[in-house]
C-alpha cells in the first residue's frame, strides 16, 4: 500500500493527503509524532534518498540543533539523530512502494501515479 510519512499540521502535507484524496490514491498516512518511526525504515531511507535529499536542513527543527550536532551530522549519526527528531525529514515523504518522493508539487504527484 502507497503511504505518505509526514506530520498531520503540516501544510505541505495537507496539500498532499488532499491530493491524493482528491484523485482516488488509496493510501494511508503515517504521521512521523504519533506513529513513530524505526531505525530500519530511517536507515533505508537514507541509502536510497540520500541524506541531502532526506533532511531538511531549512526546517526549524535544524536551527534548532545544537552547532555541534550539525557540524558532525553525517550518515554515522543521522539514523540516531533523525529517530530523536523525526521532524528533520522532508515532508512528505511518499513511499509508493516502487519509490520513495520527497516534497509535494501537484505536478510531480501527478507524473508519479500516471
Not at 47 to 52: F, S, T
Not at 64 to 86: H, Y
Not at 99 to 108: I, L, R
Amino acid at each position: 500500500m502507497i503511504t505518505l510519512y509526514g506530520i498531520k499540521n503540516c501544510d505541505t502535507v495537507k496539500k498532499a493527503r488532499d491530493w491524493l484524496v482528491k484523485n482516488n490514491i488509496d493510501h494511508r498516512f503515517h504521521d512521523f509524532r504519533t506513529d513513530g518511526l524505526d531505525k530500519t525504515q530511517v536507515t533505508n531511507w537514507i541509502a536510497e534518498l540520500g541524506l541531502e535529499t532526506l533532511v531538511n536542513k531549512r526546517s526549524t527543527t535544524w536551527k534548532e540543533l545544537d552547532e555541534i550536532t550539525k557540524a558532525n551530522f553525517n550518515e554515522q549519526n543521522a539514523v540516531a539523530v533523525i529517530l530523536e527528531n523525526p521532524t528533520l525529514i522532508k515532508r512528505p515523504l511518499l513511499d509508493t512502494i516502487k519509490q520513495k518522493h520527497v516534497g509535494f508539487k501537484d505536478t510531480e504527484y501527478t507524473t508519479i501515479f500516471n
